[in-house]
């Protein structure tokens, strides 16, 4: 998809449709009155006679609008105007997209970036219509026999901003929505990819081909590599997978030699089945969602390396399976880290925090200004947050305000969750220096504890995406998130510096 930024009159644009808004109850926005008055009140008598009202969610197709350039107008819902904000902005857009899509427009002109936003820019609304746009269009059917074409594919889009003085930041953030997306596409295409085929040892060869393409230092560890690290409980995972265990290590370095990197850790379980602590089966498939933090990691790449971030970024990811086998841990074995702690395996199915650990004692070679994981950990994540919010730990407060912020900015939220030393004590093991579990009550907080003692020497935050990495359900399908969010944390800890 291209996008351009302009700055025109809507009744003035030689388009194929015009897409413009209107409030509950019948009240045409700005854009749509302009239209109005060239078409001599046409617009306005189609919304008298009750065919559009405005509710948020509908559209109204119209053609041959008299006195236009265009070859159809597209009406928008936008709800009420006092309750217009950023959520109903973004409905609205992915509204119009979606219309789009069913009908014949290859290209259209939206005058949605128009509308006053309270408390967002013009840029905000530019880089998140690219952004809507970009998912609109976003299909996953290259294992289908038979591609399901849509009819004919919007191909160009044109997003109208107020002023001409907004049109060179407006490019701006086109250009960033599109890396974003980009990096969601890469993201959400990983995640998507079942389990026989999107391996560990797949996840390195995409690692190899971003490394290419972006220029990017690539090495990825073998087994025999994290035997000598002495990574323990990482191995621990791998033993029960016939797919040999990969650790991939990403360094993107577009900041000055001697500032520190950020890292991103990601899970990367290609396939969770629970090993001997076997899961049950229902919806079980969605395991092969386990290593969305991975493909979290590989997008943002993409992205920061497409936008040329000035800062250095370490990606590490730990990849594995986790399966039962003769040779799988077993409830009760006692892994070392390679920390030195030990570990007592009291489940088999808490094995995400198992392979993180060991990434994460890892980073502290790249002496990190902070390190952030991204990790499907805890089906309790799931219950204390749904599928709105990304859950957030951190041991420095600083570190979590730059991530909220960043996930307010882009909508890709997250919620602040404790950390406290009064959940460790769940973590006690008679046998080891700690257990993989720590119980039902405070689930995503006593992983998140686990991990807290191998991230000591270092400012660090962990994000749960157990809840938000994947839609299940008819729309089943990875969402790319917090894909965004992560960008603009380093798009702002760039302009820092
Ligand atoms: N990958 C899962 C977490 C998960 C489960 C994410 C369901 C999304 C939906 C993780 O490895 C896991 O199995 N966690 C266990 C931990 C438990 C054994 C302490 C869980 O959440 O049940
Ligand atoms: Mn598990
Ligand atoms: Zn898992």
């Not at 854009?31 to 009140?41: C, M, T, V, W």
């Not at 997003?159 to 993201?187: C, F, H, T, W, Y």
């Not at 990482?234 to 016939?242: C, K, W, Y």
């Not at 089966?281 to 943002?300: F, I, P, R, W």
Request: aromatic share 6%; proline share 4%.
């Amino acid at each position: 998809m291209e996008f351009s930024i302009k700055s025109g009159s809507p009744e003035k644009q030689r388009s194929a449709c015009v897409v413009v808004g209107v409030f509950e109850p019948r009240k045409l926005s700005l854009a749509g009155e302009l239209i109005d008055q060239a078409s001599n009140h046409a617009l306005s008598d189609i919304i008298r006679r009750g065919d559009m009202e405005g509710k948020s969610g509908t559209t109204l197709l119209l053609h041959n609008v008299p006195n236009t350039l265009c070859e159809r107008v597209l009406l928008v819902g936008l709800g009420k105007e006092r309750d217009f904000k950023d959520k109903e902005y973004r409905d609205a857009v992915r509204a119009a997209i979606k219309t789009l899509n069913e009908t014949g427009s290859l290209e259209a002109s939206i005058f949605l970036t128009e509308l006053p936003v309270k408390r967002r820019t013009t840029e905000w609304k530019v880089e998140q219509a690219v952004l809507m746009a970009m998912e609109g269009i976003y299909r996953f059917d290259r294992l289908k026999s038979k591609q399901e074409e849509a009819r004919r594919p919007l191909r160009r889009l044109v997003l109208n901003v107020p002023r001409r003085n907004e049109l060179g930041s407006g490019e701006e953030a086109a250009k960033r929505g599109q890396a974003i997306a980009d990096g969601m596409n890469l993201a959400k295409d990983l995640g998507n990819l079942p389990g026989n085929i999107c391996t560990p040892t797949y996840l390195a060869e995409q690692a190899r081909e971003l490394a290419e393409t972006y220029k990017l230092k690539l090495e990825v560890l073998e087994q025999k590599d994290m035997e000598a690290l002495n990574m323990g409980a990482l191995l621990s995972v791998a033993r029960g997978s016939r797919q040999p265990p990969k650790l991939i290590v990403l360094q993107y370095s577009g900041g000055d030699k001697k500032r520190k990197p950020v890292v991103l850790v990601g899970k990367g379980i290609t396939f969770d089945s629970g090993g001997i602590s076997l899961k049950p089966g229902a919806e079980m498939d969605e395991m092969k969602y386990d290593m969305s933090g991975a493909a979290n990691v590989l997008g943002t790449f993409k992205a920061v390396a497409q936008l040329g971030l000035p800062l250095n970024l370490v990606g590490i990811i730990p990849a594995s399976e986790n399966l039962p086998d003769g040779n799988a841990s077993k409830p009760g074995d006692v892994v070392t880290s390679m920390s030195g702690q030990t570990i007592e395996v009291l489940n088999t199915d808490a094995e995400g925090r198992l392979v993180l650990c060991d990434a994460l004692t890892y980073a502290e070679r790249f002496e990190p200004e902070a390190v952030v994981d991204i990790a499907t950990l805890t089906g309790a994540c799931v219950i204390a947050l749904g599928h709105v919010a990304t859950g957030l730990f951190s041991n420095h407060d600083a570190l979590a305000r730059e991530l909220i912020h960043a996930g307010e900015y882009t909508f890709d939220r997250v919620w602040h969750m404790p950390l406290w030393d009064d959940y460790q004590e769940q973590l006690k093991s008679n046998f080891a220096d700690m257990a993989n579990i720590g119980g039902r009550a405070g689930g995503s907080i006593t992983a998140a504890c686990f991990l807290s003692r191998f991230a000591k020497k270092y400012d660090w935050a962990h994000l749960d995406i157990a809840g938000t990495a994947w839609k299940s359900g008819k729309d089943k399908g990875s969402t790319g998130r917090p894909l965004p969010l992560l960008v603009h944390f380093l798009i702002n800890k760039s302009a820092e510096s």
